[in-house]
């Protein structure tokens, strides 16, 4: 079964401080691997995404994440946090089972907490 | 939070009444999906449509019903069945083909039920 896996409830770091959110996925065949933000009370917002190409992707705000075969890991880094950075972060994989659907599976949630 | 619109943001019900939630998009997308946010839990899959007319249980669809009579509407209704329905619905939606896997989400609903 595919699966993703944020170890950290929360992060917290200090504004102007380098950021990563982590996340491990375990998946037979090819990942196709997302990140997500989360505002209170609001949709969840795409970030970023990676398919196949760079292992470095760059997404919206800033962030970037770097995609580790070897690791299976997907983590989400930003080289400078600011504190509107604040939210709840998901990273989610491509669920190839059950036929040809976009369908995702997300992992519990990070939540990032920057510090003034 | 796009071309996709959730109403009502807030709902409000009394135990053992059905109720509707609201999920328009104006994408034209053809996939789309209901997800159930609690704290802790990310999100969790409830039922998904790819086209019209069709549409496929999630891992969580008990208590729950939903119908596709038109590409931009993908209501969700929650059941007196539903053993805990106080939580935070997501809808979201995907454009076809192999170019794009990201799903686009509304602003959500948040329904509680006393």
């Known amino acids: 079964a595919q699966s993703v896996a944020q170890p950290e409830d929360q992060v917290n770091v200090a504004e102007g401080n380098p950021l990563t959110v982590k996340c491990t996925y375990s998946?037979?065949?090819?990942?196709?691997l997302f990140w997500y933000v989360q505002y209170p009370n609001r949709g969840l917002q795409f970030l970023l995404k990676?398919?196949?190409?760079?292992?470095l992707v760059k997404g919206s705000y800033g962030f970037e994440a770097e995609f580790n075969k070897s690791q299976t890991s997907f983590h989400l880094k930003k080289p400078s946090a600011l504190v509107s950075d604040s939210a709840l972060y998901f990273c989610?994989?491509?669920?190839?089972?059950?036929?040809?659907?976009?369908?995702?599976?997300f992992g519990t949630g990070t939540l990032l907490a920057v510090q003034p | 939070d796009g071309g996709i619109t959730q109403s009502p943001k807030y709902l409000f019900r009394k135990e053992g009444q059905n109720v509707t939630l609201s999920c328009e998009q104006n994408?034209?997308?053809?996939?789309m999906y209901w997800y159930r946010q609690d704290p802790g839990q990310g999100l969790r899959l409830i039922y998904y449509?790819?086209?019209?007319?069709?549409?496929q249980k999630g891992d969580i669809a008990e208590g729950y019903s939903v119908s596709r009579e038109k590409k931009e509407s993908f209501p969700l209704t929650v059941t007196s069945a539903q053993k805990n329905p106080t939580a935070f619905y997501l809808c979201?939606?995907?454009?076809?083909?192999?170019?794009?896997?990201?799903?686009?989400f509304g602003p959500g609903t948040r329904l509680t039920v006393t």
């Open positions: 990676y398919i196949t190409g760079d292992n």
């Open positions: 998946v037979s065949g090819n990942p196709y």
């Open positions: 449509s790819q086209i019209v007319n069709d549409f």
């Open positions: 994408l034209n997308h053809d996939a």
């Open positions: 979201a939606s995907s454009p076809p083909g192999a170019s794009s896997y990201e799903q686009y």
């Open positions: 989610a994989v491509r669920d190839f089972y059950g036929g040809a659907t976009n369908k995702l599976i």
